[in-house]
């Protein structure tokens, strides 16, 4: 069965372009569980970036923050809100984020249409 995506609402679209990414619903509540879990308020929003590191070059952080910077673009997912930065965007522009189960363990799957390469840990990737 393929997972479906919930279609973002842009709430403050950082410099007018398309959302950069979208979420799977499992992701969405997996991120909704993972705030609950670690008893964090449900006014933090999830922060996406892209950062220089990992074995590829590149890799993916996914933290949560109260609120969002200057010039976020901030979608809104069933109460969940997800901020992304203008640089991290350009490297994860139509990306899905998935939540995935798996005989190796489970987590956050990256589906990136710009990585040309990654390695075997899944969070780091080149451009």
């Not at 919930?6 to 499992?26: A, F, I, R, V, Y």
């Not at 969002?68 to 997912?77: A, K």
Request: glycine residues 14%.
């Amino acid at each position: 069965m393929e997972p479906t995506t919930q279609t973002p609402t842009p709430e403050t679209p950082g410099s007018g372009n398309q959302n950069p990414l979208t979420l799977t619903e499992k992701a969405i509540q997996m991120i909704k569980i993972t705030r609950e879990q670690e008893g964090i308020d449900e006014v933090f929003g999830l922060r996406v970036a892209v950062r220089g590191g990992g074995c590829s070059g590149m890799e993916y952080a996914l933290d949560f923050e109260r609120e969002p910077r200057e010039n976020d673009f901030v979608i809104g997912y069933e109460g969940l809100q997800v901020y992304v930065d203008a640089i991290s965007a350009r490297y994860l522009q139509g990306t899905e984020i998935d939540y995935v189960l798996g005989t190796t363990g489970a987590g956050f799957k990256f589906n990136n249409p710009n990585a040309t390469g990654s390695c075997g840990c899944g969070s780091s990737f080149s451009v």
